[in-house]
């Protein structure tokens, strides 16, 4: 099958056998080709464009705020553009699965925290049966590093009579704040955990 690489050949391609036996300088079918050729590659190139523009995989880093802004999802303070696209890109799947562990862990990694663990709090507290420990971990820097904000992420999509707790490693230069209020609600950062300090051993649950 021949491949072209622009309008006018394909046209000239086209045309009757007896059309093309003229040199091309004087067919007028090959020059009137030439001319509305150019126009079809520039349209063709424009329609291109504009299908790489309505796709979260292809679009151009401008085009993330129009993404962002259909779903109501603007990008957050510190958020670079790789990890806003990712967050974006996962919104469907989040939303299908709230109110269970892994859509806790799908939004906490759209965050940038890509290696982050959900554990269940009665695993170091028996009482706490109601709570659940997100280890935040990344494999590379994320400018992503307000509590406030990575709660009220993750309380948008946990089952609803679930308490989030939060822990960090400081070997991965995760800087957060230690708590932070919510209403009347206190967040600790780590719950009676030190900063710092990872639970060796653990298999993603």
């Known amino acids: 099958m021949a491949v072209f690489t622009s309008f006018k050949d394909y046209f000239f391609y086209l045309l009757p056998m007896p059309m093309k036996k003229l040199k091309a ?4 079918w090959a020059v009137f080709g030439n001319v509305v050729g150019e126009y079809f590659d520039e349209a063709a190139e424009d329609f291109r464009w504009v299908r790489r523009q309505t796709m979260l995989n ?7 705020a129009v993404h962002g802004n259909e779903r109501k999802m603007p990008r957050l303070k510190g958020e ?3 990890v806003y696209r990712e967050r974006l890109k996962s919104k469907a799947e989040v939303a299908r699965l709230a109110g269970t562990r892994r ?3 799908l939004a906490v990694s759209s965050l940038g925290y890509d290696l982050c663990q959900i554990e269940p709090y009665y695993n170091y507290d028996g009482d706490r049966w109601a709570e659940f420990m997100v280890w935040l ?3 590379k820097a994320t400018g992503i590093n307000d509590l406030s904000l990575i709660d009220e992420k993750v309380c948008k999509v946990k089952q609803a009579s679930s308490l989030p707790n939060y822990g960090a490693e400081k070997a991965q230069g995760i800087t957060i704040v230690r708590s932070v209020i919510l209403g009347q609600r206190m967040v600790p950062l780590c719950g009676t ?3 710092g300090t990872y639970p060796p051993g ?3 649950i």
């Open 25 to 28: 300088a004087v067919n007028k």
């Open 58 to 64: 292809t679009c151009d880093d401008e085009m993330l």
């Open 80 to 82: 670079s553009l790789e």
């Open 103 to 105: 859509s806790v862990q």
């Open 137 to 139: 971990r990344a494999s």
């Open 193 to 195: 955990f030190r900063c």
């Open 202 to 204: 653990r298999d993603e």
